[in-house]
């Protein structure tokens, strides 16, 4: 998220009505619910991580331990354990 000077996007008005209840402050303003983009989406991480998820799934169906599995990717045994068991 970038800050913009709201000087240069929104009208005088605007800008005053704004002022009187934030002043040299920042005011986050939300996406509507139907732009609103769920977490990863944008960056492409959460495809990411459901491959891994689902060759970590193969990988112990294929006979891996969840210690194993741990180890490889780094993650605590739990971690592996809800990638597995998850519905």
Request: hydrophobic residues 40%.
């Given at each position: 998220m970038k800050y913009i000077n709201a000087n240069t996007i929104?009208?005088?008005m605007l800008v005053e009505e704004l002022q009187k209840y934030v002043q040299a402050g920042y005011i986050y303003?939300?996406?509507?619910?139907e732009q609103h983009k769920s977490w990863g989406e944008l960056s492409g991480y959460r495809k990411e991580l459901a491959k891994r998820n689902a060759i970590i799934i193969m990988?112990?169906?294929?006979?891996?331990?969840?210690?194993?599995?741990?180890d490889r990717y780094f993650l605590s045994v739990s971690a592996?354990?809800?990638?597995?068991?998850?519905k």
């Open positions: 929104l009208p005088d303003i939300p996406a509507k619910d990988e112990y169906k294929n006979g891996v331990s969840v210690a194993e599995l741990a592996i354990r809800k990638i597995i068991y998850q």
